[in-house]
């Protein structure tokens, strides 16, 4: 799962966009979006930078792919079975992209994991370089 703190991170720009990350430490982690075959994304971290973020209105936003256009919508939700990483947050959230903007119902079972009454559309402050 994506779990993001206040510190720490930083982008690594080609062109004004870029991969968001830690690439200095030996086990570099970056942000990126999984695929999924429904429209919502799963957002993790992982080893390599896959995904092309920017800064918009001073929000984090998915450049454009074949797979979804960019947006800055995302979607929070507490996760079922709460993860057990070692110096993660008491509190945890499962993060997905959400190109559609909406919450949803209760019915819905796309989401792995995720409790789907907790869940939130927000936003994702950035306050780094801008693109």
Partial sequence: ??????????????GGIGGL?????PTSSWLNIGSST??????????TSSTTWKSSGGYLTAAATS???ETSDFLACKPITPYKNIGSPSVQWLLFLNPSGTVPTASDDTLSNANISTCVSTKLYYSGPSS
């Fill in 1 to 14: 799962p994506a779990i993001l703190t206040t510190s720490g991170y930083q982008t690594w720009s080609a």
């Fill in 21 to 25: 990350g830690t690439p200095w430490c």
């Fill in 38 to 47: 429904t429209a919502r994304k799963p957002l993790s971290w992982s080893s």
């Fill in 67 to 69: 797979s979804y256009a």
